[in-house]
């Protein structure tokens, strides 16, 4: 086992109020509660309200941080946000939100890799700790997919649900806790499966984008689930043989949280019993790259994630993208 040098501490999150049901679904599109229960787990996700914006939502998670760590704002080095649904496209949700926190020493940018984006953030901000680049690092993992979601498209906005969560990353108080190993991965072959195909510079907004609704996430999900199903059996695979350890020593494993039925695959896959998956995709649906930094922050407050703990992460998105990281809390 490599020995840690950079530690994840402190956990926040912040859901908005509103709750979007299943049975408040049945009236929107052609859907039952039981078939989105049976398919995907999902009983209700919390939409945002128009002034619940991610800056606000975030700086509500980090502020929990710091108070958990003691640390002052101005003690951020970098704030990374990863999002696939922010604010505005310009500047980035990472400079929002410094602004919002009031974090003035801080750098602050974005991670895109959809669902695995904060996996791929902490890797980020561990080589930023590693090479002396930050000390304090504040990760964020933050979504509004309700802005982006075709509530006429049955098969997508069924998913789909807000909110934020929110770590810190520095330097390892003591060699046993921190980051033992991460894998991360992406095929952009198969970018079309997962994707907003207007909205962009190859497709600027227009008459054509809204009629076409192109604007919205569009998800082929047979072929995403299969994906998602292989790949993160496999990046937990990696992972764990990268820090010579084996499913045996997983305490808890956080899945980033899409489907139910994925998750189940996912542990029995990888040999870890679904006792030891944290799941809570029944409240929230699918958030994206806020999916398992809210599942962390509920697994540290509930005891389940305790000092010592060895938690496998693993999540699978849009790109494809997806990766895995292991850590002892
Ligand atoms: C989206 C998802 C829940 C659909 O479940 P599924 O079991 O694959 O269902 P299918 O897409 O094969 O559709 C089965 C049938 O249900 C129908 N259906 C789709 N959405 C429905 C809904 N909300 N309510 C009722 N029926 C629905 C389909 O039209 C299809 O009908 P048909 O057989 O007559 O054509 C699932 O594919 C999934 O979770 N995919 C991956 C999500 C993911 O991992 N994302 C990655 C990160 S974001």
Known sequence: MKRPVVELVGTGRCIPRNVLTNADLEKMVDTSDEWIRERTG???????????????????????VLEE????????????????????LLPSQACDLQATLGATNAAAFDVGAACAGFLYALAVAEGMVVTGQAKHVLVVGAERLSAITDY?????????????????????????????????????????LLCRPGGGAVQPPSEEMIEQRTYFLRMEGRQTFKHA?????????????????????VD????????????EATAKHTG?????????????????????????DECVREGRVKEGSNVLMVAFGGGFTWGSMLVRW
């Open 42 to 64: 999902i009983r209700e996700r919390h939409i945002s309200t128009a002034d619940e914006t991610l800056a606000r939502m975030g700086k509500d998670a980090c502020e929990q």
């Open 69 to 88: 760590t003691g640390l002052d704002v101005a003690e951020i080095d970098s704030i990374i946000v990863a999002t696939a649904s922010p604010d505005h």
């Open 152 to 192: 006429q498209d049955r098969s997508t906005c069924i998913l789909f649900g807000d909110g934020v969560g929110a770590t810190l990353v520095r330097t390892a108080s003591n060699s046993s806790r921190g980051i033992i190993s991460s894998y991360l991965k992406t095929d952009g072959t198969l970018g079309k």
């Open 229 to 249: 199903v292989r790949k993160m059996a496999d990046a937990c695979e990696q992972t764990l043989k990268r820090a010579g350890m084996t499913c045996d020593d």
């Open 252 to 263: 808890v494993l956080i899945p980033h949280q899409a489907n139910l039925r994925i998750i």
């Open 272 to 296: 870890i019993p679904m006792e030891k998956a944290f799941v809570n995709i029944d409240r929230y649906g699918n958030t994206s790259a806020a999916s398992i930094p809210i599942a962390l």
